[in-house]
C-alpha cells in the first residue's frame, strides 16, 4: 500500500483529483503534484504480525513505474499549459473514470485534456458535466462499482 501525503488545498481535495490510473502504464496527473511528494510504503512485518511503514521520497513517475512495474506516462492535465491546467484542475480533468484499461470517462468541459488523451489513443468517453460537477466530484468520485470482473 502506498500513502501519499498531499497537500491540504482545495485543489488536492482528494488523491484522485490529482492523479489517476487510466491504463496499465498511463496516468493523467494535475501538474501541481509533481513536485516532491512525502509517501508511506505500508507492507506486512517480517514476522506477519504487524505492518512496517518506510517513507519514501522519490518523483511521481519513478514511483508509479516501481508499483507498476513497467515505465509510465504521466499525462498532464491541460496538456502542460500551466493555465488550463488550473482551469481544468478546477473542473476534474484528473478526475477520470478508468471502466477497463485504456477507456476513460471525462467531463466534456476539459476541452484542453481530452483533446490529449485522444492524441494518446485512449478512448475518451465524454460526458456532459454540469450538474455534477456543482457537487466538485468527477466521474470516479461519481461511481461506485458493485462488481468487477477481470478482464
Known amino acids: 500500500v502506498l500513502a501519499f501525503d498531499i497537500p491540504s488545498s482545495r485543489a488536492f481535495m482528494h488523491l484522485d483529483t490529482v492523479f489517476t490510473q487510466i491504463d496499465a502504464d498511463k496516468f493523467t496527473v494535475h501538474p501541481g503534484i509533481l513536485g516532491p511528494l512525502t509517501v508511506f510504503e505500508i507492507t ?3 514476522s506477519g504480525s504487524g505492518i512496517k511503514v518506510r517513507e519514501i521520497n522519490e518523483p511521481l513517475e519513478l514511483l508509479l513505474s516501481k508499483a507498476v512495474g513497467a515505465s509510465v506516462e504521466l499525462i498532464p492535465c491541460g496538456g502542460g499549459d ?19 484499461p485504456g477507456t476513460i470517462v ?8 481530452n483533446a490529449v488523451l485522444q492524441e ?3 478512448n475518451v468517453l465524454q460526458m456532459p458535466s454540469a450538474e ?5 466530484g468527477g466521474p470516479r468520485c461519481m461511481s461506485m462499482p458493485l462488481i468487477r470482473e477481470d478482464l
Open 44 to 46: 506486512p512485518s517480517a
Open 120 to 122: 494518446k489513443g485512449l
Open 132 to 136: 455534477l460537477s456543482r457537487g466538485r
Open 106 to 113: 471525462v467531463y466534456e468541459r476539459n476541452d484542453v485534456t
Open 82 to 100: 500551466r493555465i488550463a491546467a488550473e482551469r481544468e484542475q478546477w473542473n476534474d480533468g484528473s478526475n477520470t473514470l478508468c471502466v477497463r
